[in-house]
């Protein structure tokens, strides 16, 4: 697992890790089950404060797609299998929205707006 962060963005860091880890469990890269690397391992890998790693767990916590074990940290959670199934719907939409000229701003916009 290859976390990834650009410290010039002006994105924040916990959203950039916590995007990362929603990325490799849409790619399929982790699955239900697979451990995530101990947050004071990854702040040290990242060279990132402990506090900002954590709030990404956090934030992927209460998206349901990781539950945080005490004594076993963070494991993608059983909920995250149905996104890796997404992943060639969400593919075609984007090519679909690009091919009209939307762009990706827009095209999430719509998503957050469509209801359910």
Same mark, same amino acid.
């Given at each position: 697992?290859?976390?990834?962060?650009?410290?010039?963005?002006?994105?924040?860091?916990?959203?950039?890790?916590?995007?990362?880890?929603?990325?490799?469990?849409?790619? =399929?890269?982790?699955?239900?089950?697979?451990?995530?690397?101990?947050?004071?391992?990854? #702040? =040290?890998?990242?060279?990132?404060?402990?506090?900002?790693?954590?709030?990404?767990?956090?934030?992927?916590?209460?998206?349901?797609?990781?539950?945080?074990?005490?004594?076993? =940290?963070?494991?993608?959670?059983?909920?995250?299998?149905?996104?890796?199934?997404?992943?060639?719907?969400?593919? #075609?939409?984007v090519a679909r929205a690009a091919a009209?000229?939307?762009?990706?701003?827009?095209?999430?916009?719509?998503?957050?707006?469509?209801?359910?």
């Open positions: 697992m290859l976390i990834r962060i650009d410290a010039d963005s002006s994105r924040p860091l916990f959203e950039q890790v916590a995007a990362s880890v929603r990325a490799d469990v849409l790619t =399929g890269r982790l699955g239900p089950g697979d451990r995530l690397p101990a947050a004071k391992e990854l #702040a =040290g890998a990242l060279e990132i404060n402990l506090h900002t790693v954590l709030r990404a767990y956090q934030q992927l916590r209460d998206e349901g797609l990781v539950d945080l074990r005490r004594g076993r =940290g963070a494991v993608v959670s059983a909920s995250a299998a149905p996104l890796a199934e997404l992943s060639h719907d969400i593919a #075609a939409l009209l000229g939307l762009s990706p701003d827009t095209l999430a916009a719509l998503v957050k707006e469509t209801p359910v």
